[in-house]
């Protein structure tokens, strides 16, 4: 059997030895436990600022139960928890920073395995981020979604029911006091959003890489199935280290393309492609934006959930969660089938028998919900590096588009004046919001579906053209076209553009442009001043070292891992 890596802290012999047992043994371990078996470090993300994973403590318990019962010995850390409602200005600022607390964590402690307790947008990249740089063996467990909100007798979606009864409030047609009595009815249990939002997307893609038990994505938070996967999960890990299984192994080419199918078929969040791409970037997968479109852009739809569908995940979970899509899509000759996964099989195997119990909620690939829906990449002198739209959650009319820009410097300005009646705007104008990506908010905050005007919702539309360098919610909805790279902060095109100036927007020709000559364009560029560096702190060296977001917005210096070599001892 391999030595465990825990041994070089607890199978010393002399003074070193007793140091670091007897330690230990302050909180009742029996000498016994230090004798080679396995150590699985617990990554717990729990923290009642982050709602979405304020029961991990509990989780947490029932994935100790399973690493007993395999003969591991389980050992619980935090590590830095992000929730993005409530911390500011978004927890996409901080995503980089926790990974640094999982992979500082995992390298310098005793740990032979690690379960990763992750729920909320950003717990689950930056958790993966920062194990892959360390490469043992991983199992990642997801929190799992809330139960369905209900309101009115109707079903109320987390994010999504949101951003609906808003535009409600401000054209006058949801009261003021419906509105907040929904507060409660939206969110009643614990767990992550319900939609397919961020968090139930990167759920799903922990599932698609392989990364986590099957089933994982979607079993609600409050369901004992939930407890029973942590249990199993536990059970898991310990033979991944007797097997020596670690990320690398599993974080493949194959896995990350199985995963960008995926997000397709569910019609997942955006904010995948910035993760994916940094999580691809720690384990040295060559990934790009291109293989979004590529291999994704043209794949249907299958999951009718919102926010580009109906149901919610607790509905998913109910006609068989992932691995009913993953079967109809290995079906279609789709999934890299043989990708392995943490239990130590081949994906494929994994699904072969799903069964869907719910057509209406999971269609098949042969009769989707929609067609062509994967996330679409759109190029252009507005965007020469890229940008992302969500087809499967546009406006069809709007995808091919071409209208008079109005801009607006920062997001705080555009809550200034979005709502003033003489603001020179109709509905056939593209509405543009700079400074909000990876450098110029700092963090790249969810603010690309900027409000629409109440003078334009009050004549019945609910969609515009809206572009940014900003992300968007994933339970969020319309044209929006978003990440826009360079951003404006870096001196990207998007800086340059004037309100007045017409943009034409072509989702089918992948195409987004500034109809304005070169000539204005470098005069303008010519009066450009980049935004000065925040003084101190984590934002200076965020803001120093932050890739763009076609780059999956990691620090320079993060790419790549370095192992899981034992940390240099000091005593």
């Known amino acids: 059997m391999k030595k465990m890596r825990s041994q070089a802290w607890f199978g010393r012999e002399g003074r070193d030895g007793f140091l670091y047992r007897s330690w230990m043994k302050n909180q009742g371990w029996p000498h016994d436990l230090f004798d080679g078996r396995p150590v699985i470090g617990i990554c717990n993300t729990w923290s009642e600022l982050t709602p979405c994973n304020s029961h991990f403590r509990e989780l947490a318990e029932f994935v100790k139960r399973g690493v007993w019962e395999s003969g591991g010995f389980p050992l619980e850390f935090p590590v830095m928890s992000l929730g993005e409602t409530q911390l500011r200005p978004t927890a996409m600022l901080f995503r980089n920073l926790a990974s640094m607390d999982v992979e500082e964590s995992i390298r310098a402690n005793p740990i032979d395995g690690a379960v990763l307790l992750m729920g909320c947008d950003k717990t689950t990249p930056s958790l993966l981020m920062g194990a892959a740089s360390c490469d043992l063996p991983t199992i990642g467990l997801s929190g799992g979604p809330m139960l369905s909100g209900k309101f009115q007798g109707r079903d109320l979606g987390s994010g999504t029911g949101l951003w609906q009864m808003t535009d409600l409030v401000r054209t006058g047609g949801m009261k003021v006091e419906e509105f907040f009595e929904a507060e409660s009815c939206m969110h009643r249990s614990k767990g992550h959003c319900m939609t397919m939002g961020t968090a139930s997307t990167m759920a799903s893609m922990v599932e698609a890489l392989g990364m986590s038990l099957p089933g994982n994505a979607a079993i609600p938070a409050v369901d004992a199935r939930r407890n029973t996967l942590a249990q199993m999960t536990g059970r898991r890990i310990v033979q991944m280290v007797h097997e020596d299984l670690c990320m690398s192994r599993i974080l493949t080419r194959e896995a990350f393309e199985n995963a960008i ?29 291109d293989d979004f479109d590529r291999l994704g852009s043209s794949l249907p739809c299958l999951v009718d959930i919102q926010p580009s569908g109906k149901h919610l995940m607790e509905d998913f979970f109910y006609a068989g969660g992932l691995p009913v899509v993953l079967r109809e899509l290995a079906e279609a000759g789709v999934l890299k089938a043989e990708a392995l996964t943490v239990n130590g099989q081949p994906i494929g195997k994994n699904v072969a028998a799903a069964s869907c119990w719910n057509r209406e909620v999971i269609r098949t690939f042969k009769e989707p919900f929609k067609a062509n829906a994967g996330i679409a990449v759109l190029r252009g002198n507005l965007a020469p590096d890229g940008a992302v739209i969500k087809p499967s959650a546009a406006s069809p009319h709007l995808l091919q588009h071409r209208g008079r820009a109005v801009v607006f410097e920062s997001i705080e300005e555009c809550h200034a ?155």
């Open 261 to 289: 199918c995926v997000n397709a078929a569910i019609g997942g969040s955006t904010n995948a492609v910035i993760h994916l791409l940094a999580i691809a970037g720690r384990v040295g997968v060559p990934l790009c934006l």
């Open 417 to 571: 004046r979005v709502n003033d009646e003489n603001l020179d705007i109709d509905e056939n104008c593209v509405m543009v919001l700079k400074n909000c990506g990876p450098r110029g908010y700092p963090g790249m905050a969810e603010v690309g579906n900027m409000l629409l005007p109440p003078k334009i919702l009050r004549m019945g539309v609910n969609d515009m053209v809206r572009i940014s360098d900003a992300r968007m919610s994933g339970t969020a909805y319309g044209t929006v076209v978003l990440h826009a790279c360079p951003e404006a902060a870096a001196g990207g095109p998007l800086a340059l553009v004037q309100s007045g100036d017409i943009i034409t927007l072509d989702v089918p020709k992948r195409l987004v442009r500034l109809d304005v000559d070169d000539n204005t364009l470098a005069a303008r560029r010519a009066n450009w001043t980049p935004p000065p560096l925040p003084d101190r702190g984590w934002l200076r060296l965020y803001v120093e070292h932050v890739q763009q977001a076609d780059e999956g917005a990691d620090l320079d210096f993060l790419v790549g891992g370095s192992g899981s070599h034992v940390a240099r001892d000091s005593h």
